[in-house]
Structure formats: C-alpha cells, structure tokens
C-alpha cells in the first residue's frame, strides 16, 4: 500500500515556476514508478510526467517536454516536478499517482494504469 500527498500548488503568473511535491508513505517506496497527471475543469485528466523506480527513465508529454523535469529523492520518500515557464493552459489540479506494481515497466500515460493516487494540488497560472 502506497498513500500519496501532494503539495507545492498555487497561484503564478504566466511565465513563471512552481515546484510540486509528492510525498508517499510506506518503506518500499523507491520500488514504485510515479506518474505526474493533471486534469482542468471539463477535461479528462492528462498524463504530465513520469519516473521509473530508480530514476533511469524518465517521460514526459510533448506539452510540457523542455518546460517541466520530474525528480526523484528516495531517500526523502518524495518525487518532485519542476514548472518553469507555466502558461495559462498549465492551470489544473496535478495528481501524483503509482501503480499497484513494484518495479512497474507498463505504459505510463494512462492513468487507468495507476492505482494509488493523490488528493491533488491546484495550480492556477494567470495571464
């Protein structure tokens, strides 16, 4: 069992950076993938970015690619997502989720994937 809580939210203005936290529970954390997800008002939620157990693979979606770098501290329980140079269309509640599986080597785009799953964080870019 994995229990997931997300912090680092809040208001931006266009062009700038925030850094989500995603801290978990439970000793076998650095056995898990970790994908970061978001969903806006009225749309489904969106794969962000993703990050195997140790680090070695590392994906991201075509729109925040350059933009966001998704980290890892296992050793603080903790994977991280930096946001530089957020839009308007960043703005969505962002969810950390992982898998049931340790050492999980499935696709990581779809969230029908991932079983545990964060309260989620709000992030609202402004113009």
């Known amino acids: 069992q994995v229990q997931l809580v997300e912090s680092g939210g809040g208001l931006v203005q266009a062009g700038g950076s925030l850094r989500l936290s995603c801290a978990a529970s439970?000793?076998?954390?650095?056995?898990?993938?970790v994908g970061w997800f978001r969903q806006a008002p009225g749309k489904e939620r969106e794969f962000v970015a993703a990050?195997?157990?140790?680090?070695?693979?590392?994906y991201y979606a075509d729109s925040v690619k350059g933009r966001f770098t998704i980290s890892r501290d296992n050793a603080k329980n903790t994977v991280y997502l930096q946001m530089n140079s957020l839009k308007p269309e960043d703005t969505a509640v962002y969810y950390c989720a992982a898998p049931a599986r340790e050492y999980y080597t499935g696709s990581v785009n779809y969230p029908r994937n991932y079983n545990y799953w964060g309260q989620g964080t709000q992030v609202t870019v402004s113009s």
């Open positions: 439970g000793r076998t954390f650095s056995r898990y993938t």
């Open positions: 990050i195997t157990w140790n680090g070695g693979n590392i």
